[in-house]
């Protein structure tokens, strides 16, 4: 299963003007990569995954999806009026699940809660959550989509440095556990180096690719620091 | 802590009024039919009791049977209003110009259309409390992101789901906040309505008390409205924090307070 993007063009319309946000980008992922799109902030990386998600229309090239992708915004799009749980199940009861496909599923969530840190916080309210903890129910709803590939939007982005850290470990067990394809978007070089196998590096907008970039799993610290001082280089070269 | 300092500083503000009030009506000796002291008025409403009950609970009914027909009504239009754009272009400004006639020129009207039996009070209450349901509601159904709807419907939500699920709950504190406003003004209305001409009501029973001087009758009329109008808002209150319990209590406050 995989992802192809050939030759992506996208336009955003703002006052009547168009604005070209992504330019001729292409690029393909496999199931059970974790891919990183790495770029400076608004260069088009939210485009991107909407465009792949569906939310909106490609405007020239092709985007296959061999799969099913779930997309999570950066922004976690918890309902105040839901606990945890229902939050969680929410896609399926908007899409009209009967009551037994809903039980089932809310089962499985309760299992899975371990698994996302979230055990004691079962009957919560989005608001007595901290960032990260929303973050953990948002990226639970989306593994409950039960897709191939998550499109994850800066999920960290709005987190302190500590928390970030912690959640950053626990998306790769969480990924290993679940075994699918992640295109996580992020403007942190670190970040990047430190989850993905593969670094996508776009350009300031419009969003073209700059560089791929291929991450050994047994990446030493000084060869981290390097890459991560090559990534800056070419970004500054831009 | 927070909540009983809520309470214990405009009580000792009461409390500290009615004393200066009772000390200068005993100071001067003002007369009676002139201002009575709030120990005059006391006395009259335990002496009174039964009048007051009596036309109460018709001043009662009135407010709250139009209360109900108000919210219904307002609801039913302000949904339409934001599913039917035309209809919101066409309404809205009707809306804010009907804000604008004084219903102390409608009332009279209404008495010459429906006569002086019950109509014409709950047709005041009602008009007085829609405008700000309708237009509390007509916020709420605006305010759902654009953006989390496009979400979840790119992800296959049933339209039907999608109102229930997302775009009514997140009307409801506007609704409250409305009904709020609405309920504080449901008594007075029914009051204004019955100042008119009536042949029930405390607003019949403070008219006719006004024209023979009964002045401690007249201020404990005016403590019968305050304290129903109070009832009502705080019943509603209630109601409000059962409904809205997944919104902290602090953040209930800071959004809704009047």
């Known amino acids: ?238 | 802590m927070k909540v009983k300092s809520n309470y214990l500083y405009p009580l000792a503000t009461i409390v500290l009024l009615l004393v200066v009030w009772q000390a200068l009506v005993t100071i001067f000796q003002v007369q009676s039919w002139l201002l009575p002291s709030p120990w005059e008025i006391g006395r009259t409403i335990v002496s009174k009791w039964d009048l007051l009950w009596q036309h109460s609970v018709y001043t009662l009914s009135e407010a709250l049977l139009g209360l109900i027909l108000a919210t219904g009504f307002s609801l039913l239009l302000a949904f339409m209003m934001s599913a039917i754009p035309l209809l919101y272009r066409s309404f809205y400004p009707l809306l804010v110009i009907s804000q604008t006639i004084p219903i102390i020129v409608l009332a009279p009207l209404f008495l010459v259309w429906f006569g002086y039996g019950y109509l014409p009070k709950v047709l005041v209450v009602i008009l007085i409390c829609f405008f700000p349901l309708v237009i509390n509601v007509l916020a709420g159904f605006n305010a759902a992101d654009p953006y989390l709807l496009r979400f979840y419907q790119s992800m296959g939500a049933k339209p039907l789901q999608m109102f229930r699920r997302i775009r009514l709950p997140a009307v409801l504190p506007y609704f409250f906040g409305g009904l709020r406003i609405a309920a504080t003004y449901s008594i007075m209305g029914a009051v204004i309505g019955e100042w008119l001409g009536a042949t029930k009501g405390i607003g019949l029973l403070l008219t006719r008390a006004q024209r023979s001087y009964d002045m401690p009758l007249v201020f404990a009329s005016i403590v019968t409205i305050i304290f129903w109008s109070a009832v009502v808002f705080l019943s509603i209150r209630i109601w409000e924090r059962l409904m809205l319990r997944w919104k902290g209590e602090q953040k209930v406050k800071q959004k809704t307070e009047l």
Request: aromatic residues 8%; contains cysteine.
């Open chain 1, 1 to 238: 299963m995989s992802i192809w993007v050939e030759q992506l063009t996208k336009y955003y319309c703002l006052n009547g003007e168009s604005i070209k946000v992504l330019e001729d980008l292409s690029f393909a992922m496999e199931k059970g990569e974790f891919v990183s799109v790495l770029g400076p902030s608004g260069c088009g990386k939210s485009t991107l995954l909407e465009t792949i998600a569906g939310m909106t229309s490609v405007d020239e090239g092709n985007v296959t999806i061999d799969g099913k992708v779930c997309f999570m915004p950066q922004n976690d799009m918890l309902l105040p009026w839901l606990r945890l749980i229902d939050n969680a199940v929410l896609p399926s009861v908007l899409q009209g699940k009967s009551n037994d496909e809903l039980i089932l599923l809310k089962n499985k969530a309760n299992k899975l809660l371990p698994l996302f840190g979230l055990q004691e916080f079962k009957q919560s309210y989005p608001h007595q959550l901290s960032g990260g903890m929303r973050q953990r129910v948002a990226l639970l709803r989306t593994y409950l989509l039960g897709g191939d590939f998550w499109l994850l939007d800066e999920p960290f982005a709005k987190l302190d440095a500590l928390t970030r850290e912690e959640l950053q470990d626990w998306l790769l067990q969480v990924w290993h556990y679940a075994s699918t394809g992640v295109l996580f978007v992020t403007h942190d070089i670190e970040e990047a180096i430190r989850l993905s196998s593969r670094i996508l590096l776009l350009s300031a907008r419009p969003g073209r690719l700059l560089e791929e970039y291929v991450i050994e799993p047994s990446l030493s610290q000084t060869q981290a620091l390097a890459l991560k001082q090559k990534i800056k280089e070419r970004m500054s070269l831009d």
